[in-house]
C-alpha cells in the first residue's frame, strides 16, 4: 500500500520533534537552531517551517510531551506503591535511572528553564506540574495523609526537582539517605 502525503508528513513532523528534543538535551534550547533540527532530522530546512511556525512552536510541541511522560511514569510508579516507605524508594529510585544518561537528566532542566521565558510553554508546564502534584498528593492520601497532602505533594515534588537538577550537574546522591530525609518530610504527624 503507498504511503499518504498525511503518513509522511507525520512521519516528518515526528522526526523533527524528536530531533529537536535529542538537540536541546545535547546543546541546550537556546542554541538549538532550524538548520540543527533539519539536518538531525534528515530533512530539509524548508520542512522544519513547513510543518511549524516557528522554531519555538517546534520546540514547545516536541518538549512539552517529555514532562508529561514523566507524569505518567510516577503515576504508574506511584499506582504500584501501598504505603509511604515504597513510593518514596520508588520515587528516589527513578532518579538513579538518569545515571548513565547526562543528556536526559539536561532535559528538563532546560525545558523548565524555557517556560520561565516563553508563556506558551510556560503554561503548558503549569499543567503537567500540577498533574504532577495531583498524582502525589492522590498516592500521599492512599497512604493515610489527611487534607495536607496537596502541600506535601508541592514541597515532595520541589525536592525531587531540585535533585534532579543536583544530578544534572553532577552531585551525586545516595538514593537510600534521601528516602529516609524524604519519609520523615512527609510523614504525617500524629493526633
Known sequence: MAETAATRGQRTRDAL???AVGLVAEVGWGRVTTR?????????????HYHFRSLTDLLIEACAPVLRRVVDEVA?????????????????????GYAGDPAALRLPSEIFL??????????????????FRAVVAGWLERCGHGPDAPAAATVLAAAMDGL????????????????????RIVTPLPG
Open 17 to 19: 520533534c524528536a530531533a
Open 36 to 48: 540543527l533540527v533539519a539536518e538531525r532530522a534528515g530533512v530539509p530546512v524548508g520542512a522544519v
Open 76 to 96: 504508574a510508579g506511584l499506582g504500584t506503591a501501598n504505603d509511604l516507605s515504597s513510593g518514596l524508594d520508588w520515587l528516589v529510585g527513578s532518579l538513579t
Open 114 to 131: 524555557a517556560a520561565t521565558r516563553d508563556e506558551r510553554l510556560g503554561e503548558r508546564i503549569d499543567l503537567t506540574i500540577e498533574e
Open 164 to 183: 534532579l537538577l543536583y544530578r544534572a550537574v553532577g552531585v551525586a546522591i545516595d538514593p537510600t539517605a534521601l528516602a529516609g530525609i524524604l519519609r
